[in-house]
């Protein structure tokens, strides 16, 4: 089974509790107003691996130990069935380890659709951050680009590593966002407040640094 990835990173610490891994997912048909991540719209082909490739790489880049895998992109329940094939590959390594990862997984559908649609599905998960991203809507709560979209644990384990942050403020952990620079490029992760990205825009056109592609616009 084969799974469309937009980009892979260890650790992510500002997606969910503790040190996880990131994965980000290619394609998304909801197309929510303002999203950032546009560059994760388009399906590609061409960015898709194997889960047993994706799996091989969670397994080095976390043999040091982690907390969780977080899940978002693109729309991860666009690719229903390689979203299964991975989780399933996930539960099985999880099985194997002395120590419990949980897995957390965003969506911009609605949660009611997707207990409609992928009940299968959501018996993988331990967490799941549902609803579309509304540009208008301000950012109140940890790990949520709007206050619309609701954090709910779906396991014991999610109830016990998530239940203390369904109401916890945006900024409870002070850092807010990641950077690295790969592959020539430079990466954002997690939840950048209105406006950030034309801001450090801004910023960087008046030192002299010009923006070439981004991720917030096409
Ligand atoms: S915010 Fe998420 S669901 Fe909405 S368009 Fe962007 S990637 Fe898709």
Known sequence: MKIAVNKAHFPVTVLGPGQRIGIWVQGCGIGCKGCVSQDTW???PGREITVARLLTWCREVAAGGFDGVTISGGEPFD???ALRALLKALH?????LDHKFDILCYSGYPLTRLRGRHAGIL???DAIIAEPYVENLPITQLWRGSSNQSLVPLSDLGRERFLPF???AAD???KRIQTLVEAGRVWYIGIPARG???ALEKA???RGIKFGEVSWRQ
């Open 196 to 198: 950030d990205m034309a």
């Open 92 to 96: 099985q390594w999880r099985a194997a």
């Open 79 to 81: 690719q229903p069935q």
């Open 172 to 174: 409870s952990f002070g």
């Open 42 to 44: 388009a399906k590609d």
């Open 204 to 206: 960087c056109r008046e």
């Open 166 to 168: 369904i109401d916890a």
């Open 123 to 125: 018996e993988l998960l």
